[in-house]
């Protein structure tokens, strides 16, 4: 049953499912689940064993297009996975799952290897129905596996695609549906809601949800008899219609497939267009499920940029766009819980720098390699950025300084970004050497072990130099923005500039000295003296900026 | 009775009743609190209200000295409270107590006044049947209050005093008492318990606890009988024998008066060494109630120093205190429990010390002026200090630099303790204006109130610029230290000493600026020109070392 799938995709370690979505109308099963690479890939294989146990393709029927028992399988980045880990966890899923089950499977999406499988729908042309005569066509043999149907399975779709996005807009309509009204739905959404069963390889989770009718949430509850239009107008969406009595409101439902394509702003303004055309105002709109930050934040830029607005903070652009969406017209949306990254462990910040300045400083202190000079470096020269920007802050908004307002929303963006990169590599030294550690352990017993092992240190050390020099280009982008803030900052704030742009400058020297250091292990000649040629150029305009901004504010006072 | 005044104690705003020990064979009753200086001063005040209102000294007796209603009050310094503190609460108590009831009041302890004084003993000689008397002899005139016998109080005597200590020695001795131990134990002795109506007027808490013998923590419960003695000898210390049937051994317990003069290993060594004279074995000891950190590191240094031990963590020093007393032979030793200033909340660590990195660095960017430069000063001084100790860590205990151990022993404990003190400093930078603040708003209406005014901006300019002087100097003592080290130390750990060396020039030119912008505002002449050579002094000094420590790292390899 459903449940055993479920199963044995929870059973897989380092799994987490995150949604089991039932579709009875349609008999499919969308299962949501997230983790690493491996993990992901291994969850999708055991679901998908157990449902080549449970389910004969010949003996199956639903509403919904098919084309086999594990009809999709896409794999979506999520918190940060690139789109490339997801096309090699697509293609190595449908390389094992036709291996181990003898099936056909046919990659899609950015996987997709043929111009005509770019889309599910183009795969499922013919459906389940017309595998056995579609397959033997040069054109339509799989990727993976046998070019013969396989009665009791089918076909398998797999692929790499974007985070599907459940969107509603809510429709101050009526209940009676107007053929002009399902006319403008059809033309403008034109699809219907796809139900994949997903998995993801990325390191964070991987969570999505079925598309369903708004449901009270009451334990011994019914949903109303709505209304379900799928027409279709909207590129990268697929979308339906209904009346959501609850609400005394309408509500046109999409399922957004390639949100970078056709942003949430890009649907929801579409349809504030159509509406006013039929005197219908849009009242909002609600998201079902989980959604990306990226989206949240591609539509606070769109609007940022429309109302011309000046903000800095995450959670203000996101508030910003739950606002400007209407979000909260329904239910209120709680960033904490709707974003996915919101619910994940955030990792973008290190463990060094989430320690205490007392725990960091006698960390430092410890009997161990790391934390130390370079997390030190990097931790001052953040603490320099962050006096910079505290200086462009105190000139900004103030009234003597209000002339200057304009020079000041331009600098502090430069000085508070940078500070907030630098906090990264405060744990990036930690980490450093381990491909070169891992090398060393490489075996050496024979000349060819030598040389592979050589190699591998020489790669590992030259990725141990380059967080350094990460550090070094960092700061060597600050010294114009630090440059004007001494000319045109406020004067009560000199001492405090003059501290940042030393910190900036000792934490620059701190990345030259490990560069340096650890150069001298690098056997390669030419990437040595290029190497030194850079950081030695990043030493000099450390050392010019610092001693031209002290210059500039000596002379100003 | 007893719970009127003790009702009256924890009804004072900002005091916490710690103990009240009544005392049926003696009539005497000990009430101990805690809380800020004023606030100690009212709770006291209002105990002796309530027994004003209660107490009538011509109907009242007990076996213990006693001179009036309220015998004594002592204040007594904990948890980093000066003795000039509690002096000032002594003398403000006894001032009140005496403006406002009418009553003689002596001081004593520290707090004394003149040389005959200096004791409890030596006022209340006559006790309260003498006051009559001895008030009108112009030695005994009352520090405060009427010179004449007041027949319903009698007389208070209050003052300062350290904390006192109820101590047991653990002797595996015999029920039944010798004549020869008797003799010992009364000479060693030679006093008895003295029950004191302690205050104390430290912003900590203040914690006693009166004396008795050994209890079962059993609700329906009854204590052995024991014999007591009340012998007396070794110096500021009160003493009695008892048998202690529960643990099958006798006890000496005794209260140490003035820990200072005698610790608690001096007692305990003094016990032993007795005890080894008679062939009886010494098996620990007992603290009963609260001890003092203060006490229990004299005697971790005492046994660290006999011993010629190598110990720098405070909680180990603790462990040791607690091992070579054997407070752990009578029920187990809780530091975090039996210490008072690990029950109270640290204060030794500055808010701004306790916030992550990363929170640290954002609060320096904020629109604020604090944290600011000085802050970041420091925080990038502490460092240096750090990434020193390390050094010297790396170096210690390591086959190759065995021979250099010697000079890491003495080498570490100079950075090491540089850098807590520095760590100190991170806070001192927003709270060093405080006093020029408060002057500022002094009032200017008159030429007379101006020059206050001005006067008290001078001050607290000047207390202001030294924060980071203290800074400055903290660094400067570290040079020799940090020369030796890169003469001696681990060679790969030569990066880090750079950065180290690096931040402690950065941190000390913070200090320098810091000083130098505020030393703008400062009026007087000659003080500026001696600090400003000093810092300017210590700039040089800071450029200097941190130069000649890259030299010989340079050298070196």
């Known amino acids: 049953i459903i449940q055993e799938i479920a199963q044995s995709i929870q059973n897989t370690d380092g799994v987490d499912l995150l949604d089991t979505d039932c579709s009875p109308s349609t008999n499919r099963t969308v299962y949501t689940f997230v983790g690493s690479p491996d993990d992901v890939i291994e969850g999708a ?20 297009p098919r084309i086999g028992a594990l009809d999709v399988c896409p794999f979506i980045p999520v918190q940060g996975v690139e789109m490339e880990e997801c096309i090699y966890c697509a293609r190595k899923f449908g390389e094992k799952l036709a291996a181990e089950l003898n099936v056909p499977v046919f990659l899609y999406g950015f996987a997709a290897q043929h111009e005509h499988r770019k889309t599910v729908s183009q795969i499922r042309v013919g459906e389940y129905e017309g595998i056995n005569e579609k397959i033997t066509k040069p054109e339509w043999k799989p ?52 139900q994949d069963f997903p998995s993801c390889i990325a390191p964070p989770p991987y969570s999505t949800s079925g598309t369903r009718e708004s449901l009270p949430l009451l334990v011994s509850s019914h949903w109303g008899g709505g209304q379900s239009v799928r027409p279709g107008c909207l590129k990268n969406c697929q979308g339906i219609g209904w009346w959501l009595d609850e609400a005394n409101l309408a509500q046109v439902s999409l399922n957004l497939t390639d949100h970078d394509a056709t942003p949430i702003h890009t649907v929801y303004e579409e349809v504030c267009k159509h509406a006013q055309d039929l005197r219908i105002p849009v009242t909002g709109s609600q998201i079902v499920g989980l959604v990306p930050l990226r989206a949240m934040l591609q539509t606070a830029e769109y609007y940022i940029k429309k109302e011309n607005l000046f903000i800095l903070e995450e959670d203000q652009k996101v508030h910003l766009a739950v606002n400007r969406l209407g979000l909260n017209s329904l239910g209120h949306f709680n960033p904490k819980e709707k974003i996915i990254e919101y619910r994940l462990p955030d990792q973008r910040v290190g463990p060094l720098a989430k320690k205490t300045v007392q725990e960091f400083i006698t960390a430092v202190a410890a009997r161990t390699p790391a934390p130390g000079g370079g997390s030190v470096a990097a931790a001052v020269a953040a603490m320099g950025s962050a006096l910079g920007a505290m200086v462009g802050q105190m000139t900004y908004g103030k009234r003597q300084w209000e002339m200057y307002d304009a020079h000041m929303r331009k600098l502090i963006p430069v000085l508070h970004n940078t500070m907030k990169e630098l906090i990264t590599l405060i744990d990036s030294d930690t980490t450093a050497f381990n491909d070169y550690m891992a090398a060393m352990k490489l075996p050496k017993n024979t000349p060819e072990e030598i040389v592979i092992r050589e190699t591998a240190m020489e790669a590992g050390l030259k990725k141990a130099i380059e967080v350094p020099m990460s550090l070094a280009r960092h700061v060597n982008k600050v010294w114009e923005a630090t440059k004007e803030l001494a000319t045109l900052s406020n004067i009560g704030t000199k001492s405090d500039l003059q501290v940042g742009v030393k910190c900036l400058e000792t934490g620059l020297l701190g990345a030259y000295w490990n560069v340096t250091i650890n ?13 030194l040629e850079e950081v030695e150029h990043h030493r000099r305009v450390a050392e010019t ?13």
Not at 154 to 179: M, P, Q
Request: proline share 2%; net charge positive; aromatic share 8%.
């Open 45 to 64: 294989l055991n679901a998908a064993r157990t449902a080549y146990k449970h389910i004969d393709m010949t003996k199956h029927k639903g509403e919904h």
């Open 545 to 557: 900026g610092c001693r031209e901004v002290l210059k500039i504010l000596q002379d100003r006072q």
């Open 143 to 194: 990727d993976y596996g046998p070019a013969e149907f396989i009665s009791r399975w089918g076909a398998t779709i797999c692929g790499a695609r974007k985070f599907l996005i459940s969107y509603n807009v809510n429709v101050l309509g009526t209940k009676e549906k107007h053929d002009r009204n399902l006319v403008h739905l059809l033309h403008c959404i034109q699809s219907i809601v796809p």
């Open 519 to 531: 150069m001298e292990g690098v056997k390669d000649e030419i990437y040595k003296q290029k190497v």
